[in-house]
C-alpha cells in the first residue's frame, strides 16, 4: 500500500522565515498529490493540489509545492509564513480509489 | 449552506456497544468518505462511497461499516466497539470520486470506547 511520509513532526518559525515541509510518497505511477491545512479548532480545509501540468501549483494564502516525479515527493513552501499560519499540515496522496494522508506537521509562528 | 455535519461531536462509549456516527452534507457531493485521525498516525481512510448505493473499502475499514441509501447521508457504523476504536473521525466528500475533486471535511466526532 502506498504510505505518505512527513518527516517534520513539529515546526517552529519567527514570523517572516521561509518555511518548507517535507512530503514523500512510497510509491510511482500516477498518482494526485494534495496540501491540507487544520487551523486551530478549524476543519481540515484544501491548500493546494496537484494531478497533472506544471509540477509547481500555487495554492492559497500564498502557499507553493514542488512534484518531483523522481523524487517521489510533494513539499510545501511559502516565502514568508505569518502568525495566522500557526496550524497543522496534512499532505494527501491519491492514487486509484484510495487517499492516504501523511502524520502531519505541527506549525507553530512565533511574532 | 452547513457544509458537513456531523453528530454526535463527542461520545463515550463502553467496549462491545453498538454505534453509530452520523454524516450529511447538503452540497449534492457524489463521493463521502470517513477518515479516522490518531496522533502518529494521521488520517486514514476507512470507507468510501462513489455515489449513492456504492460503498468501498479503504485502508482501515475492519470493524466498521457504511451504507449509502441517498446522496446526503453517510453513516458509519461499529457493530461491537472495542478500545482501539478511540479516534477522531472525520467525514468528508467530494464532487467525484477522482482525486482531482478537493475533498471537503466535518468538524470530527471524538469518540472514546472504554
Known amino acids: 500500500a502506498q504510505s505518505v511520509s512527513q518527516h517534520n513532526h513539529h515546526v517552529i518559525l519567527s514570523e517572516a522565515a521561509s518555511l518548507e515541509l517535507g512530503c514523500n510518497y512510497s510509491y510511482g505511477g500516477t498518482v494526485n498529490l494534495f496540501w491540507y491545512v487544520q487551523y486551530p479548532g478549524q476543519h481540515l480545509q484544501l491548500l493546494l493540489k496537484y494531478f497533472s501540468g506544471d509540477p509547481l501549483v500555487k495554492g492559497i494564502k500564498g502557499f507553493e509545492a514542488e512534484f518531483i516525479k523522481s523524487k517521489f515527493s510533494f513539499n510545501l513552501r511559502k516565502p514568508s509564513v505569518q502568525w495566522s499560519d500557526t496550524a497543522e499540515y496534512f499532505c494527501?496522496?491519491?492514487?486509484?480509489?484510495?487517499?492516504?494522508f501523511g502524520t502531519g506537521t505541527s506549525l507553530t509562528v512565533i511574532p | 449552506i452547513a457544509g458537513i455535519t456531523q453528530a454526535p461531536t463527542s461520545q463515550i462509549l463502553a467496549a462491545g456497544r453498538r454505534m453509530t456516527l452520523r454524516c450529511t452534507q447538503d452540497?449534492?457531493?457524489?463521493?463521502m468518505y470517513w477518515y479516522r485521525q490518531d496522533l502518529g498516525l494521521g488520517l486514514r481512510l476507512i470507507h468510501y462511497s462513489n455515489t449513492a448505493g456504492t460503498t468501498g473499502k479503504g485502508e482501515v475499514p475492519d470493524g466498521y461499516s457504511v451504507s449509502r441509501a441517498n446522496t446526503d447521508d453517510f453513516p458509519l457504523t461499529l457493530a461491537s466497539a472495542v478500545p482501539s476504536q478511540t479516534s477522531v473521525y472525520f467525514c468528508?466528500?467530494?464532487?467525484?470520486?477522482?482525486?482531482?475533486?478537493?475533498?471537503?471535511f466535518g468538524p470530527g466526532t471524538r469518540l472514546t470506547v472504554l
Open positions: 452540497m449534492r457531493h457524489n463521493a
Open positions: 494527501a496522496v491519491n492514487q486509484g480509489n484510495q487517499f492516504y
Open positions: 468528508a466528500s467530494s464532487n467525484g470520486l477522482a482525486g482531482d475533486n478537493e475533498q471537503f
